[in-house]
């Protein structure tokens, strides 16, 4: 089963917000909202940002939000801070019960 | 306070086996999912293998189907995963993560451990 679909790499400037996509099939993201957003930075292990499409956890930020729509979920990180920098990934549940992860997005705040 | 702990990691040869260990405190293990995640040098994640809060049900990813096994010891609050007929490509760190239910999201990640396979 191939990964789900994330852009390489995003960017924007402090303060801005940003969008990263994550696109699947009626398999997995159309069909659950098992869909998850972790964060990691290099050297470290992930750190999870959103589950069950939107729910943020205790502790994380609200500028993080989660959302999704027909096969694509998104993440959006309003008020870009530069701590936001590292890898994103997204992950879902699948109808093979797998859990199936993105190929991961880098964003860059410029 | 929830902690994850892998160990294990190694460098070992094609077609070897070896056993890591995952040791997790500060919740009920019956009641969440524990997974493998794993992370190729410079790759993104990939999902390796899964047990449900109750121990009955396992599930793995087609890469390591037939070869890994995922276990656990409930007295001990370990979790295994055995890799056998080891491959270069099963190079990578190893996360083993608690699951808010069994495949659906993961709460809580360790630090990792290494394993490299080559000759």
């Known amino acids: 089963q191939s990964a789900l679909t994330q852009p390489a790499s995003v960017s924007g400037s402090p303060g801005q917000s940003i969008t990263i996509s994550c696109t699947g099939t009626s398999s997995d993201i159309g069909r659950y909202t098992y869909v998850s957003w972790y964060q990691q930075h290099p050297g470290k292990a992930p750190k999870l940002m959103i589950s069950d499409v939107s729910n943020r956890p205790s502790g994380v930020s609200n500028r993080f939000s989660g959302s999704k729509s027909d096969n694509t979920a998104s993440l959006t990180i309003s008020g870009l801070q530069a701590e936001d920098e590292g890898d994103y990934y997204c992950?879902?549940?699948?109808?093979?019960?797998?859990?199936?992860f993105g190929g991961g997005t880098k964003l860059t705040v410029l | 306070e929830v902690q994850l702990w892998e160990s294990g990691g190694g460098l070992v040869q094609p077609g070897d086996s070896l056993r890591l260990s995952c040791s997790v405190s500060?919740?009920?293990?019956?009641?969440?999912?524990i997974s493998w995640v794993r992370q190729a040098p410079g790759k993104g994640l990939e999902w390796v293998a899964a047990?449900?809060?109750?121990?009955?049900?396992?599930f793995y990813a087609d890469s390591v189907k037939g070869r890994f096994t995922i276990s656990r010891d409930k007295s001990k609050n370990m979790v295994y995963l055995q890799m056998n007929s080891l491959r270069a490509e099963d190079t990578a760190v190893y996360y083993c993560a608690k699951d808010i239910r069994t495949l659906s999201c993961l709460d809580m990640w360790g630090q990792g451990t290494v394993v490299t396979v080559s000759s």
């Open positions: 992950s879902s549940y699948t109808t093979n019960s797998t859990l199936l």
């Open positions: 500060g919740f009920t293990f019956s009641n969440y999912g």
């Open positions: 047990m449900s809060g109750s121990g009955g049900f396992t």
